[in-house]
């Protein structure tokens, strides 16, 4: 089966653009799930969606969005951008809710907000 | 707070030394662990799960819910061992579920 993979790999912006980043899970995967990982904080849960709803919500603010596609593709959205959103967006697939088979994570997308 | 933690941000260890990554977790009940590890270059990737007790690539992790620990251990360490290794829990906090990750422990198993 092919893997997690998310467009773009590597994205600049700055301050105040939107940016919208995508990924496509395991097929078969209804769930995916989006982290922020940075050097300072790791690796903190966005949001989860499963079968086009969300479940599942991590504590970030409502600049951050995302949606999920009937072929469970996913997309994330950051409006208004700040230079704190400089990371590497992580998604990741799973059989079950909240990764509970484990997850299987893409490359991720680095995103530089300048 | 709910949180996982693993205290030693770098390990570094011996080829054929016994290695042990700490992992303590802050949640009540029984929360579902994880441990994920990322090698040089390559995706973050599951390594194993508590609710399995299995072993995986020679490592073991036992979960001791009187220390409410974790810990991620190999009697042997080899070179490709080499690599980040996250500790996760699933649990719920606000109404949402979700996986929440410690900081990584960077291990180096030295020839």
């Known amino acids: 089966k092919a893997g997690v993979t998310q467009t773009p790999r590597y994205l600049i912006k700055t301050r105040g653009q939107q940016v919208t980043l995508s990924c496509s899970p395991i097929?078969?995967?209804?769930?995916v799930s989006w982290y922020q990982q940075t050097p300072g904080q790791g690796l903190q849960f966005l949001f989860e969606y499963f079968s086009e709803t969300q479940r599942n919500k991590g504590n970030f603010p409502g600049r951050f969005s995302g949606r999920q596609f009937s072929n469970s593709r996913s997309e994330m959205n950051v409006s208004t951008l700040e230079l704190g959103d400089s990371a590497l967006y992580l998604c990741?697939?799973?059989?079950?809710?909240?990764?509970?088979?484990?997850?299987?994570f893409g490359p991720g997308t680095r995103l530089t907000v300048l | 707070a709910q949180r996982v933690t693993q205290p030693e941000k770098l390990l570094s260890v011996f080829k054929g030394a016994p290695v042990e990554l700490k992992c303590n977790y802050s949640?009540?009940?029984?929360?579902?662990l994880f441990w994920y590890v990322q090698y040089s270059r390559q995706r973050l990737q599951l390594l194993l799960r508590h609710i399995s007790r299995e072993s995986i690539k020679g490592f073991t992790a036992d979960l001791n819910k009187g220390e409410t620990s974790f810990h991620l251990k190999k009697p042997f360490a080899q070179e490709e061992d080499s690599a980040m290794y996250y500790c996760?829990?699933?649990?719920?906090?606000?109404?949402?579920?979700?996986?929440?990750f410690g900081k990584g422990t960077k291990l180096t198993v030295n020839p």
């Open positions: 990741a697939s799973s059989l079950l809710l909240t990764g509970g088979s484990g997850q299987f």
């Open positions: 949640y009540s009940g029984s929360p579902e």
């Open positions: 097929s078969g995967h209804r769930s």
């Open positions: 996760a829990a699933r649990t719920t906090q606000g109404g949402s579920e979700k996986l929440v």
